[in-house]
């Protein structure tokens, strides 16, 4: 099943630099973890904003809220999620 997920970046902005270095890296770490086990598919930076655009694949909305949950920056994050459906147009495709 694909979800489109929207998040937003919440994290204080007195946060201390390294802490933010640690957890970036270590979101990109798991984000590639995510990519290479087939659940992640697409990403995209959204202009302006600490937000993304993701396509997910999980086989139901337990494993992908799974996924979302084991990212580091999850605590800070504002999340929404969109189930998918195929367009009968595509399936013509």
């Known amino acids: 099943?694909?979800?489109?997920?929207?998040t937003e970046n919440r994290m204080p902005p007195e946060t201390p630099a390294e802490q933010?270095?640690?957890?970036?890296?270590?979101?990109?770490?798991r984000a590639r973890e995510l990519r290479e086990s087939g659940i992640?598919?697409?990403?995209?930076?959204v202009p302006g904003r600490t937000g993304t655009i993701g396509l997910y694949e999980a086989a139901d909305a337990t494993e992908?809220?799974?996924?979302?949950?084991?990212?580091?920056?999850?605590?800070?994050?504002?999340?929404?999620?969109?189930?998918?459906?195929?367009h009968p147009q595509e399936r013509e495709a």
């Open 1 to 6: 099943m694909e979800f489109l997920v929207r």
């Open 20 to 29: 933010r270095d640690r957890l970036r890296a270590a979101e990109r770490a």
């Open 40 to 45: 992640l598919k697409r990403l995209w930076r």
């Open 64 to 86: 992908l809220h799974d996924a979302l949950m084991s990212l580091p920056m999850a605590p800070w994050m504002d999340i929404t999620v969109e189930p998918l459906a195929t």
